[in-house]
């Protein structure tokens, strides 16, 4: 039997010192000045970037801060356009394989698993567990985008 050996991975030479079980890039992308950039990206890899701070464009489309903008596959490269103070994180790895979806707070493998998950939490169950110290009332999630 062989044992599973963790890999490095990182971006065009830089890796942090942490330890992955699955090739996956983080990057923190933070401009001082206003900033446009081509970023190399691996074909077999699925990607995102996420806005924290000041508007992004991603190939010539705008996303505001804390708005997701999946890139999917296949990419090789994105031209990403960052104003004066920006910092934005692309996040990107290689596929699970699998369907997966996120709607909220919940991911599943189907949109009957998330909305059963949705009907545990909305109705108080132990699945979720609960947080200890906290005193205000449980968050409810929207309602679910699609017919169930």
Same mark, same amino acid.
């Given at each position: 039997?062989? %044992? /599973?050996?963790?890999?490095?991975?990182? +971006?065009? =030479? #830089?890796?942090?010192? $942490? !330890?992955?079980?699955?090739?996956?890039? &983080?990057?923190?992308?933070?401009?001082?000045?206003?900033?446009?950039?081509?970023?190399?990206?691996?074909?077999?890899?699925?990607?995102?970037?996420?806005?924290?701070?000041?508007?992004?464009?991603?190939?010539?489309? %705008? /996303?505001?801060?804390?708005?997701?903008? +999946?890139? =999917? #596959?296949?990419?090789? $490269? !994105?031209?990403?356009?960052?104003?004066? &103070?920006?910092?934005?994180?692309?996040?990107?790895?290689?596929?699970?394989?699998?369907?997966?979806?996120?709607?909220?707070?919940?991911?599943?493998?189907?949109?009957?698993?998330?909305?059963?998950?949705?009907?545990?939490?909305?109705?108080?169950?132990?699945?979720?567990?609960?947080?200890?110290?906290?005193?205000?009332?449980?968050?409810?999630?929207?309602?679910?985008?699609?017919?169930?």
């Amino acid at each position: 039997m062989s %044992a /599973f050996i963790p890999q490095p991975w990182g +971006y065009r =030479g #830089r890796q942090a010192p $942490t !330890l992955t079980f699955s090739p996956l890039v &983080g990057l923190d992308l933070a401009a001082e000045a206003a900033a446009s950039l081509r970023l190399e990206l691996r074909h077999a890899f699925e990607y995102a970037v996420l806005p924290l701070e000041g508007e992004v464009t991603l190939d010539g489309e %705008a /996303f505001a801060v804390d708005e997701l903008a +999946y890139l =999917g #596959r296949g990419r090789e $490269t !994105l031209e990403l356009t960052l104003p004066a &103070g920006a910092r934005a994180l692309l996040l990107g790895g290689e596929p699970l394989g699998e369907e997966v979806v996120i709607w909220w707070n919940f991911v599943g493998h189907s949109k009957a698993e998330i909305a059963e998950a949705q009907r545990e939490w909305e109705a108080g169950g132990e699945r979720f567990g609960s947080v200890p110290e906290y005193e205000g009332e449980r968050l409810m999630p929207p309602p679910i985008p699609w017919k169930v």
